[in-house]
């Protein structure tokens, strides 16, 4: 999100600070985004598999998983910012899905089928 400047990033665990807690997490976002009207959000996975140490040509796999952000939390399930995040596709927060629905259409689910995909491709090479 452009109003958080790049953040929460891959300090997300810990933005807002030591110890890391999800609850004081999703407070702070909450706090920054007080004002925001456009919540649009993403979460992004990037899975590199390197196969031995001079590996050349490392097979690279991302996806991003687009959402909002609600104005407070909804759903028991999940961890970290899964409560806030809004997939309005489904009328439903990452929190409010079953895990083996997240976990096909999450950012790395996504990512995980998509390196599955380039290691059979290459096994058969």
Not at 14 to 28: C, H, M, W
Not at 48 to 53: D, E
Request: with cysteine; aromatic share 8%.
């Amino acid at each position: 999100m452009d109003v958080l400047n790049g953040g929460p990033g891959v300090l997300s665990a810990r933005y807002a600070g030591e110890p890391k807690s999800d609850e004081r997490n999703n407070l702070k976002l909450l706090q920054v985004l007080h004002s925001a009207t456009d919540r649009k959000a993403h979460y992004y996975c990037v899975l590199a598999l390197v196969r031995h140490a001079d590996d050349q040509q490392p097979l690279v796999a991302e996806a991003q998983w687009q959402g909002e952000i609600l104005y407070e939390p909804r759903g028991k399930g999940g961890f970290g910012y899964d409560p806030l995040f809004y997939l309005p596709q489904l009328d439903k927060t990452a929190a409010e899905l079953p895990p083996e629905v997240k976990n096909q259409i999450s950012h790395r689910g996504q990512a995980l089928k998509q390196l599955v995909a380039m290691l059979q491709a290459a096994c058969k090479e």
